[in-house]
């Protein structure tokens, strides 16, 4: 059973250009949680959805950040527009329920760079 | 608010010498806690997590940690210290809401030396 997997591992951007992060959860898992770790700092929550459902986008800024989970296909992280700001590694995890004893399991993450 | 504080930026250890890493919590109703490590350009592993129940919970790779609701606090331990136990440590508070919304700490360094 594959874990989480992310992909692109790491991305470059100039400012302005748009970053589209994936995330892929474990098999059998349809939550999926989207955290931000800056440089030095701990991990930040951001978004969580279910299948073609966001539950709590609470974490995420209001403008040019958006996620979705579809039916079919990865999770996506969507930042528009990016700023030197945003470089941070994106971390996704999933899990098998929504429950607080439902262990996260957290992909290898995206290293965002933006120039 | 929600929070956890790790005041520990770094731990240094000797090998073979008991380590601790500590972590303290706040929180409005019943707290679930979880420790996490990751390793240089990786993702977050899990450790330990405590729901409910007895206050000493065993873990993954021969760690520990205590639950003390009085002082608030959820520290990590391992008798004894591996070299490759060196890693960044995350201590983790699931704010309920019937979802596993996870606030983390700061991080602790740990390094361990021969």
């Known amino acids: 059973n594959a874990g989480v997997m992310q992909n692109p591992r790491h991305l470059v951007r100039r400012r302005g250009q748009e970053a589209r992060l994936r995330c892929s959860p474990m098999?059998?898992?349809?939550?999926v949680y989207w955290y931000r770790q800056l440089p030095e700092e701990g991990l930040k929550f951001m978004v969580y959805?279910?299948?073609?459902?966001?539950?709590?986008e609470s974490g995420m800024p209001k403008e040019r950040f958006s996620a979705e989970f579809p039916k079919e296909g990865p999770s996506i992280l969507r930042i528009q527009q990016v700023v030197r700001g945003d470089s941070a590694a994106y971390f996704c995890a999933s899990s098998q329920a929504r429950g607080v004893v439902d262990e996260q399991f957290f992909g290898p993450g995206t290293r965002l760079t933006v120039l | 608010a929600q929070s956890v504080a790790q005041p520990e930026d770094q731990v240094n250890v000797a090998e073979g010498n008991p380590l601790t890493v500590k972590c303290t919590y706040s929180v409005s109703g019943n707290p679930y806690l979880f420790w996490y490590v990751q390793y240089p350009n990786r993702g977050l592993q899990f450790l330990l997590k405590?729901?409910?129940?007895?206050?000493l919970v065993k873990g993954s790779y021969g760690f520990e940690a205590e639950f003390n609701k009085s002082q608030t606090s959820f520290h990590l331990k391992k008798p004894s210290a591996l070299v490759s136990d060196s890693a960044l440590y995350f201590c983790a508070v699931s704010v309920s809401g019937g979802y596993n919304k996870l606030i983390f700490g700061a991080g602790t360094r740990l390094a361990v030396h021969p």
């Open positions: 098999k059998g898992h349809s939550h």
């Open positions: 405590y729901i409910t129940g007895d206050n």
């Open positions: 959805l279910q299948k073609e459902n966001i539950i709590d």
